[in-house]
């Protein structure tokens, strides 16, 4: 198995001069690292996106970049 993630959130609420709504995203779960052996290691994976617009598209159009970080945990010891 490379991964289980049984909760994965992406939410994306869109911006203007009137509503600055909150968007972020996480995932939860267990994936194989790239290891001898390849355990499954518990992680966390989140981040918040920095929303812009680009004038160079000439229309509505909403474009987000991520910052994300990553916490894992893993309680095997060799």
Do not use: K
């Not at 290891?35 to 617009?53: Q, T």
Request: glycine share 8%; proline share 8%; no cysteine.
């Amino acid at each position: 198995m490379e991964q289980l993630i049984p909760l994965s959130i992406v939410s994306v609420s869109p911006r203007n001069e009137f509503f600055q709504r909150l968007s972020w995203e996480i995932d939860v779960g267990w994936r194989a690292r790239l290891a001898a052996g390849r355990p499954l290691v518990f992680g966390v994976h989140g981040g918040r996106p920095r929303p812009g617009r680009f004038p160079i598209l000439r229309s509505r159009t909403m474009v987000y970049a991520f910052l994300e970080s990553t916490l894992q945990v893993n309680t095997t010891w060799r």
